[in-house]
Each structure stands twice: as structure tokens, then as C-alpha cells.
């Protein structure tokens, strides 16, 4: 062919408008999910797509422009916006246009930052977008720079905002209270605003931890279903909207609460929101879980990778009611159970004021020397004489008015200086604004450990939310406080990683108060719930294990709903981190036999239990019945756990259908972990078989549960 001038222009002119649609388009993609912003001819930011990938991203080009990326308070947009700042000239419009954009590998993926700024004021936004390929998962947070001659103030401040427009939307939350946690609930969601947040402050979750699901178009199953699953990485009040707008779009914020916490920005200062992370899924929620637990373990929570400790916690076995004696003896009983660590929980300091009951003591980090003479060390003496490591409850962000520290350090603590003090749990929140506060938290973690090298572990409680707010610290700045609270916990968490880099650590709640993958970058594992009956923690560990891997979800054997039986109990708490909360001598030889049995089964079925892909097969929310089965990675060994629960007289019976499992493999599949110890004879079924036919594993006996271990042969 005969390259004419003419050619030449047309194959430029193509060039550059390709060149054109490269810049205004920017493209994120994990393996299955991809997400589009578009500069508009306006300059302005806008979302084109958020949905499956597409497998030609000249696709992408043919998209409308959709709306705009990061909505500023104050311009044309009648809806809830991502941001509004509040100005010296007191203009608190804001207008983003795009300035920029970068994309760079990451470990896992690609970090995309896209640059907005106000053409006639100085504010600039950053929007982050990391994306991680395997695990579908993204990670977004804003940042807002003050280029302002003066200070700014945030009024609103979400770490993303993302639309759909469908014709239906389907909300899932989960909220409850103490003791009642996550429960489910999911609502079709119409014009207007739908708001899950919190005000707790300290204990911020109480009442619903930061996670939600939102099903597109149809609600969305185990298995079917476009369902986004986002949850924020804050340890403080967050807030979620979910507005539908006049035209039936629907756009979700995600960030911390607003909620009385204007931030000023000083100028030259900036502020980082923190991480709003969703996966979305086409093919429901088990996927969406699945994504999430890998890039948890991979990525996020501290040792993700690393190996959990069984333990023997003495809380529901003592309460407050212990001395020495008690705890040897509890200590000779971890050794005895075969799990790896005796935890010591509540009860243990004060001395002025020795910390009897919850009334008292809090704050004051000495050993209680009437109840334990000889200290923590006689205690971390006798756990490594007996081969078991030791770890410590605190709740070093505490303090009960009668308390020394209290008496000595009211300046400390989150209270009206002109009110009477509200107390909840009868006691008060630590001001962790305060650097001298946070000096001191972190001072109780590493005086402890400095004088008790033999501790190996933190239950890190926090009982309270805040109340009676005032920080003597902020002076002026009452509305940080609730941010800046969270970012002193950080920086005490901070500090501690940094010099017990391998410390194990739970973070605890009153419960499941605390339920955030910002804290678990710091911590090894949560606890869910004070409520351990094991009918309740199905639905528990059910409504957690949405958003977190069972390896963070510490799962203990009380004396709750003893009719349950221990076996019961025992397989409930096997699908999480596995613990007893229990007084070994109030069971019997059998009990006792069956518990350690459990966790030689437990230890055996870690890589598939805590490392492996899990697969809600049953919900106890359907039914009378529930089942869930963990696959190792390489799919050749798995184990399911199918429990009735009161089914009904002659209800009927379906079989278990499996899930993960390699179709062409042969399993061997055997009953384990009886009530008589005994096992199941061994059969064979293809992987097609297990995952088409499925397994009889329901009955109609009430509160009665069995354990099915696979191994590809
Ligand atoms: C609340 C926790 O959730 C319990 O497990 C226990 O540690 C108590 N606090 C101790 O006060």
C-alpha cells in the first residue's frame, strides 16, 4: 500500500485521539473487577464504571461518563457529598478538577492516585485506589492538602464515594448490641438516605461493626448475585450512606463519622481518611467473603500468615474470684487440655484500690500483691515450667474514678469539667489525644513486658464508649477529639509493633466493640462476642465471617447453653481460633477427653480452617440447620461441620451440597471428632459427587453437630 500524506495525517489524527482517550480515561482492574474514571470535557472527575471487568478495555471507552467521581459540597449536586470544606471567607463551595494521575505496582497490584483540585481556591484532593489483582479487592482513601493561605475546616470528609445505577438495590446490615452482635438484616433501599454509623468513640462498634453488603439489581445468595462488600478501617465512629437519588442512582459513601468531628487543616497541613475497602463480587457473597479473607491474611492483619495459639482463658472459669493457687492450677489445666497458652484475664492489678470487681482499680497497672504475692513472674515461672505460654489481659485506655490514677491524673481523662460524671462499666475513657497519654498506655504494654518478659500475648479490652465528651488536651479543638482519640491509639499501637514486632495481641471489646482492619494491622486476632452459647455463635461467626478469615475470630468453649453439649460447643468453636473460657474440673473425664481430642483435631485442620477458603454452605438463618465447610488452598484436604440446631418433628432432611472442592479428585471422607472419640469408617466420593449430590449430614436430633474431614487420596 502506498503511504500517502494523507494516510500519514489520518493514522496521527487516530494516534492522538487514542492518546486523548488515554488520558481522560483511567482504568482500574483487579483479575475480575474493573473500575473507570472519566475527565469530562468540564475537567471534572467522574466514575464511568464499577463492575466486571471487561475483557477489551476499548470497551471501557464507549461508557457514558456517569457521575461525578468525589461530589463537592456546594456547586450544582443536590445529594450527600463526599467532601465540604468550610473556608476563612466563609465560602464553603468546593469544584474539583483534574489535575493528574499515577499508577505504580504495589505488592499484590497497582496504586492509582488521581489529583483534583479547586481552580479558585488552593484545596487539593487526592483519591487513592489500590487494587489488588488475585483477591478482587480495592482499597480507596482521599487526601485533602490545604495550599490555603489560612486554615481550612472539614465539614465532611468520606475516604470514597462510589455509584451504581440499577433498578434495584438490596442493602445487608449487621447490628445488634452486647452480647447480641451482628445480626442480620437487609432492606430494599429506595429514593433518600439510608445511614449506618457510630458515636460510641472508644468502644465504636457496639452496636454494628463497619461492614456492609450491597446487592445490585437482584438480592444476592451465597452463590449468586453482583454484591459489593465494603467495610472501614477505623477504630472510631464511622458513618456509611447509601443515597438514592430522583433519577434511581444510587451513590455510597463510606468514611469517619462527621458526627460532631470538624477538622481543621492548617495551612501547608493535610489529612489522610482512612481506608475504605470493597470487593465486589458477581457471584454472591461467599465470593466476596473469600476475596476478603485472602486479602486479609495476605495483606492486612498482623502475622496474617502466621500460626495461631489454642488457649485456656480463665475469665468465665473465675471471674474476679482467683488467687494463685487458682491460676497454677489453671495453668497445669492449659498444659493438661494441650492448648498452647493460659491467658490470665480481668482482675489481676490495683492495690490501693485492688480490682475486686469492675467497680475499682482500673488504671492502676500493678500486681494485686494480696491476691498474687508473687507476682506475674511466679505466673510466667510455671507456664514455661509447664510448656505453655502465658498471656495477659489489660485495658490500658481505661480508668475507674476510684482509682490512683484517677486521683492523680483527671487531667487525663475524657470528662466535663462542669458536669456529673456519666459512667459506663463504672469507668471512663482515657484521653489518648494527649501525647502524655499515650506516652503512658503504651508505657503500661512495655513496663509490663519490660518486668515480665514472660508474657506472649494481650487481650487488649475497652469497655467504654466515650462519654461526658471533653478533653482537657484539645482546648479549642473539642471536634478532633473523636478523630484525634483514634490516631493516639494508633500511634500507641504504632510504637508497639515497633519494638514487639512478633507480639500476638487480641483486640477485645466488651465483645465484638472493636471490629476494624486498621486495629488488626496490629492485632493477631478479635474476639467477637462476650456471648458464647454456641446456638448464638453460629449466627456470629456467620455475620463476622462476611468480612473476616475465622483465623481472626477467637472462638472459646464456655459453660454457656451447657445443654448443647460439649461436643457441640467444642464444634462450634472449632471454626474459628479455637480457646476455652471453662473450669476444666467442672466437666467430666469424658468432656475432658473429647476437648483435648478437639484440639489435636484442631491443630490437625488449621491449614484449612484458618488458612484456607471457606464456604458457608447452610445458614442457621434459613433454617434449623447450618453447615460450613474450610478447603486448604491446594484443595486436597477440607473439613465441614454440619450442626442441627432445634430442627422440627419430621422435618425433612437435604443433603449437604459441598463447595471448593477439585470436581475430579477423590476424596476420602470420614466422621471425626465423635462425642465417644471414636471415628467414622472412610468413603470415597468423587469431588463432582460432594459438590453435586452432596452428604447426609443433617438429622433430626436437636442441638447435635458432626465433623467431616476430606483428603483427596
Ligand atoms: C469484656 C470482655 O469481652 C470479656 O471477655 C472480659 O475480658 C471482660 N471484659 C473482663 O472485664
Not at 315 to 336: G, H, Q, S, V
Amino acid at each position: 500500500m502506498k503511504i500517502t500524506r494523507k494516510l500519514i495525517l489520518a493514522f496521527g489524527f487516530l494516534l492522538m485521539s487514542g492518546m486523548a482517550w488515554a488520558k481522560s480515561q483511567i482504568v482500574i482492574e483487579t483479575a475480575k473487577t474493573g473500575l473507570v474514571f472519566t475527565v469530562g470535557d468540564d475537567g471534572r472527575l467522574y466514575q464511568s464504571y464499577l463492575g466486571k471487568r471487561l475483557p477489551a478495555k476499548s470497551d471501557y471507552a464507549g461508557l457514558p461518563l456517569g457521575k461525578e467521581a468525589y461530589q463537592a459540597h456546594g456547586m450544582e449536586d443536590y445529594f450527600e457529598p463526599a467532601i465540604h470544606i468550610n473556608r476563612a471567607d466563609a465560602n464553603s463551595s468546593t469544584l474539583l478538577e483534574y489535575r493528574s494521575h499515577e499508577t505504580k505496582a504495589c505488592p499484590g497490584g497497582t496504586e492509582t492516585v488521581i489529583r483534583l483540585a479547586d481552580p479558585v481556591y488552593a484545596d487539593e484532593v487526592a483519591l487513592h485506589f489500590m487494587a489488588y489483582a488475585d483477591e478482587d479487592v480495592f482499597v480507596a482513601w482521599s487526601e485533602v492538602f490545604n495550599r490555603e493561605k489560612k486554615a481550612i475546616e472539614l465539614e465532611k470528609y468520606a475516604s470514597a464515594m462510589l455509584h451504581f445505577y440499577a433498578p434495584k438495590y438490596y442493602l445487608t446490615q449487621y447490628d445488634g448490641d452486647w452480647a447480641a452482635e451482628v445480626r442480620r438484616h437487609t432492606q430494599e433501599l429506595y429514593f433518600g438516605k439510608k445511614v449506618i454509623d457510630t458515636k460510641l468513640g472508644a468502644r465504636a462498634d457496639m452496636f454494628a461493626p463497619p461492614f456492609f453488603q450491597l446487592s445490585i439489581g437482584t438480592p444476592a445468595t451465597e452463590k449468586a448475585g453482583e454484591v459489593l462488600v465494603g467495610t472501614l478501617a477505623w477504630t472510631g465512629n464511622y458513618r456509611f450512606t447509601f443515597e438514592v437519588d430522583n433519577l434511581g442512582a444510587l451513590r455510597v459513601l463510606g468514611g469517619i463519622n462527621p458526627y460532631a468531628s470538624q477538622y481543621r487543616i492548617d495551612k501547608g497541613g493535610s489529612f489522610r481518611t482512612p481506608d475504605f475497602i470493597f470487593t465486589l463480587s458477581q457471584c454472591g457473597t461467599g465470593q466476596a467473603s473469600r476475596n476478603l479473607h485472602d486479602w486479609a491474611r495476605k495483606y492486612r492483619v498482623k502475622d496474617g500468615t502466621g500460626n495461631r495459639m489454642t488457649l485456656l482463658n480463665n475469665w468465665e472459669a473465675t471471674y474476679f474470684d482467683f488467687n494463685e493457687d487458682k491460676l497454677l492450677k489453671l495453668i497445669a489445666d492449659a498444659k493438661e487440655l494441650g492448648v498452647d497458652m493460659f491467658l490470665l484475664d480481668d482482675g489481676w492489678f490495683g492495690n490501693k484500690y485492688p480490682r475486686h470487681s469492675d467497680t475499682q482499680g482500673l488504671g492502676d497497672w500493678d500486681v494485686t500483691a494480696g491476691k498474687l504475692p508473687n507476682g506475674i513472674g511466679r505466673l510466667t515461672d510455671e507456664a514455661r515450667r509447664q510448656g505453655v505460654k502465658f498471656g495477659l489481659w489489660i485495658e490500658p485506655e481505661m480508668v475507674n474514678p476510684k482509682s490512683e490514677l484517677y486521683e492523680k491524673h483527671k487531667d487525663w481523662v475524657i470528662t466535663l469539667p462542669n458536669r456529673k460524671e456519666y459512667y459506663f462499666r463504672n469507668q471512663l475513657v482515657l484521653d489518648m489525644s494527649n501525647p502524655k497519654v499515650q506516652d503512658y498506655v503504651f508505657g503500661v504494654v512495655d513496663g509490663l513486658l519490660t518486668r515480665y518478659p514472660g508474657i506472649a500475648y494481650f487481650k487488649w479490652d475497652c469497655n467504654s464508649p466515650i462519654t461526658n465528651i471533653y478533653s482537657n488536651y484539645e482546648g479549642h479543638d473539642q471536634t478532633h477529639l473523636y478523630v484525634d482519640y483514634v490516631c493516639g491509639l494508633y500511634n500507641v499501637l504504632k510504637r508497639i509493633e515497633a519494638k514487639y514486632p512478633d507480639l500476638p495481641m487480641m483486640l477485645c471489646s466488651g465483645g465484638g466493640g472493636r471490629t476494624d482492619y486498621e486495629a488488626l494491622k496490629y492485632f493477631t486476632e478479635m474476639w467477637p462476642s462476650d456471648n458464647t452459647d454456641p446456638v448464638e455463635r453460629l449466627f456470629i461467626q456467620w455475620g463476622y465471617s462476611q468480612v473476616f478469615p475465622a483465623k481472626v475470630q477467637c472462638a472459646h468453649v464456655t459453660s454457656w447453653n451447657k445443654d448443647a453439649g460439649i461436643k457441640f460447643r467444642v464444634n462450634v468453636a472449632m471454626m474459628g481460633k479455637l480457646g476455652f473460657d471453662i473450669n476444666l474440673h467442672d466437666i467430666s473425664a469424658g468432656e475432658l477427653a473429647y476437648c483435648k481430642q478437639s484440639v489435636a483435631d484442631f491443630n490437625r485442620l488449621k491449614p484449612a480452617i484458618l488458612d484456607g477458603d471457606q464456604y458457608r454452605l447452610v445458614s442457621p438463618y434459613d433454617g434449623n440447620h447450618a453447615s460450613t465447610m474450610y478447603v486448604t488452598k491446594d484443595r486436597r484436604s477440607g473439613v465441614v461441620f454440619a450442626f442441627d440446631i432445634y430442627p422440627r418433628y419430621a422435618e425433612r432432611l437435604y443433603n449437604v451440597v459441598l463447595d471448593g472442592l477439585d470436581a475430579s479428585a477423590i476424596y476420602s471422607v470420614r466422621e471425626i471428632n465423635r462425642a465417644d472419640g471414636s471415628q467414622g469408617e472412610a468413603r470415597s466420593y468423587s469431588g463432582a459427587y460432594l459438590m453435586t449430590v452432596g452428604l447426609p449430614l443433617f438429622t433430626g436430633n436437636k442441638l447435635s453437630s458432626r465433623v467431616y474431614e476430606l483428603t483427596a487420596e
